[in-house]
């Protein structure tokens, strides 16, 4: 229930005069998954839509439809099953690995398109005498893929767009996505999310947000505001959403304002060349605790080629500024398995010496959070070849050793995780017989040919 796309299509479906939205989630045990909302299970639906932000999600669908008894693949469902829709961040930029699980797949922004698709439905679903007749329909909504309309990325039928186009809300401040259902068991339940911020303007090279979110969207501040006041009034804490918050003009103006409401506040990560002595200040009067910065490198040169240029200097010096402010609870994010990794390691030692003496003279701890680089399609290092898993290995234990201390803490994301994630980001069709029999090494060892997702327009 943290992603906020669920709220904002919860509420979008429910507003519509034919349909109501209910929640499944995927339960750990063999049982038929049923309902949140009336404890009906998946395959009495007429729609089921599906939103996937992380690769490795893409079991869970399996497994979600499996045990509902709904069959896996697209074209063994006729017009009694339910129509199954894809959506979501990975079905952005490349939903081919489980494409012919899909009915349709929503390429892009759901605001518009998901009503678009429901009126069509309500239209058509009587009218038509065949799943084919009912797909034919909806191919002239922008933004819609029919993934049994095309094979190894090209159309089979006429009336098919040769490019998908990406669907982009532009109209940023008519909906909002934000807490609208209130979960407080959930992760970051007791926060009222809400996202400010939608793509974002510097375009790292490896990054989603900044080149496939595009263009940059900033909601006003009197959206922000009264959407606070309407949905997060038994809420504490406000957690700000957007790639980089610490850039939105008016987001002093918010934390003044959010303040004077007695609200907590929490941001997303923050950029360095962002922040300011003021910006900081007012975070700490709003209660945030813990604040995440992203260098993503230390080696000033491997950080500039991937899109950041601020310096080490200037990085030591927010650290500070943080420090001097009381904020205890200091993260960084960083980024292995790119470019030469032993200047990085050099560059990671001699920041060390600056940022232990730091820590000392305050008596702070850090936490570095690695990653090894996962490329993505449609970012400039979608080509990118990853290392191999003895070379991360290698350079995992580098890093536990080049910062060994007692006032760092050092957490590294699971390098299988992230290989199988690489792989399936830019896998084709050939991906799925692996996805369905949970063969996640054999995925390691598929290299799909061409360019699987040259059908989307961004
Ligand atoms: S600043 Fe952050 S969110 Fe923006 S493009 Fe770079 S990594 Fe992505």
Redesign the pocket.
Same mark, same amino acid.
């Given at each position: 229930m943290s992603n906020l796309a669920i709220h904002l299509l919860y509420r979008l479906i429910n507003s519509h005069p034919y349909f109501s939205c209910e929640r499944f989630f995927l339960s750990q045990d063999e049982i038929v998954p049923l309902s949140i909302e009336s404890l009906k299970p998946l395959n009495e639906f007429d729609v089921i839509g599906i939103s996937i932000s992380y690769e490795l999600d893409y079991f869970n669908v399996i497994k979600i439809l499996e045990s509902s008894h709904i069959p896996v693949f697209a074209k063994d469902r006729d017009l009694s099953y339910p129509l199954i829709i894809g959506g979501g961040a990975c079905m952005n930029y490349n939903p081919e690995p489980i494409a012919d699980i899909f009915d349709l797949i929503l390429i892009g922004e759901a605001e518009d398109t998901i009503k678009e698709i429901l009126d069509r439905y309500i239209d058509m679903k009587d009218a038509v005498r065949s799943k084919d007749d009912l797909l034919f329909s909806f191919l002239d909504i922008e933004g819609v893929y029919i993934p049994e309309f095309y094979k190894d990325g090209k159309p089979l039928v006429d009336m098919a767009p040769r490019k998908v186009k990406r669907r982009v809300f532009r109209d940023f401040d008519r909906e909002t996505a934000c807490s609208y259902i209130y979960s407080p068991d959930a992760v970051f339940g007791d926060m009222f999310l809400i996202e400010i911020e939608r793509g *974002?303007p510097? $375009? *790292?090279k490896f *990054?989603v !947000?900044?080149n496939i979110y595009s263009p940059c969207r900033i909601k006003s501040l009197d959206t922000v505001k009264d959407t606070i006041l309407k949905y997060g009034g038994k809420y504490k804490k406000i957690g700000l959403m957007g790639?980089?918050v610490g850039g939105i003009p008016y987001i002093e103006e918010l934390l003044k304002w959010l303040i004077g409401l007695n609200f907590q506040v929490s941001v997303s990560s923050l950029?360095v060349s962002t922040l300011n002595m003021k910006f900081l200040e007012l975070l700490k009067l709003a209660g945030e605790s813990t604040i995440t910065i !992203?260098p993503e490198f230390l080696d000033e040169k491997l950080r500039a080629e991937i899109? $950041?240029k601020e310096s080490n200097e200037k990085i030591l010096e927010v650290l500070e500024t943080l420090l001097k402010f009381g904020f205890r609870d200091v993260k960084f994010y960083m980024i292995f398995g790119y470019g030469d990794y032993e200047i990085e390691l050099r560059s990671l030692e001699i920041f060390k010496k600056y940022l232990t003496q730091l820590l000392k003279d305050y008596k702070a701890n850090v936490v570095f959070n690695f990653q090894p680089l996962v490329p993505k399609p449609f970012t400039p290092l979608q080509n990118y070849n990853i290392p191999d898993r003895r070379v991360l290995q290698s350079q995992k234990r580098r890093i536990m050793d080049t910062l060994k201390h007692d006032r760092i803490k050092v957490r590294v994301a699971s390098i299988r995780e992230a290989l199988i994630e690489a792989a399936l980001s830019r896998g084709g069709r050939d991906m799925l017989p692996l996805i369905l029999k949970g063969d996640k090494r054999g995925i390691f060892s598929v290299t799909s040919a061409g360019i699987p997702w040259s059908f989307i327009e961004i």
């Open positions: *974002c510097m $375009k *790292c *990054c !947000a900044g790639p980089l950029r !992203a899109g $950041k």
